[in-house]
């Protein structure tokens, strides 16, 4: 048996950790699903019941529970993308985001400011500012990607907009 030293351990560890964070979540949907009678001990297997089902009635409930699974992984990955839209790693071709403002008395942006979403995302104002004479309630937000990666927030019946960078 081979014993790291604590910085060797720290390398692994650290790379294991890149790697768990920088996998695709797509890479979760290649992941098959295992059968029944192959996840399944024959104890388990009689405990349940599942033993006096005919091989149709496995095969068909494996269908149901592979569909299921495929269902599940596809949303999770969804939410993920969803989650990570407008973060600097986030290599797929980005959509805009519709949300509302948290602030209940907005009056306005300028550099610096940072802006929470209901969706929980924060932004912060690179270019741009608006002043509102009387401050909106929680008003509606886009925020819309532009040229080399660069994201804008526009709010509604307001034609400024403001240049805007992700907040983790």
């Not at 060797?8 to 797509?26: D, E, H, K, N, T």
């Not at 596809?74 to 602030?103: F, H, M, N, Y």
């Amino acid at each position: 048996m081979r014993v790291l030293s604590p910085s060797a351990l720290a390398g692994s560890l650290a790379l294991a950790v890149s790697f768990a964070v920088l996998a695709p979540a797509a890479g979760a949907a290649e992941r098959h699903y295992v059968p029944l009678q192959q996840r399944l001990s024959a104890e388990q297997l009689k405990a349940t019941g599942l033993d006096t089902l005919s091989p149709q009635q496995i095969q068909l409930l494996d269908q149901l529970l592979a569909q299921d699974q495929d269902a599940q992984v596809q949303e999770a990955v969804k939410k993920i993308r969803a989650e990570r839209r407008g973060l600097p790693q986030e290599a797929e071709s980005p959509e805009p985001i519709a949300s509302t403002l948290k602030d209940s008395a907005f009056r306005g942006w300028s550099g610096g400011t940072v802006l929470e979403l209901e969706n929980g995302q924060r932004w912060r104002v690179i270019d741009g500012s608006l002043y509102l004479g009387k401050p909106v309630a929680t008003p509606k937000v886009t925020v819309t990607p532009g040229m080399a990666g660069a994201w804008y927030l526009t709010m509604e019946g307001q034609i400024p907009k403001a240049k805007v960078k992700r907040v983790e």
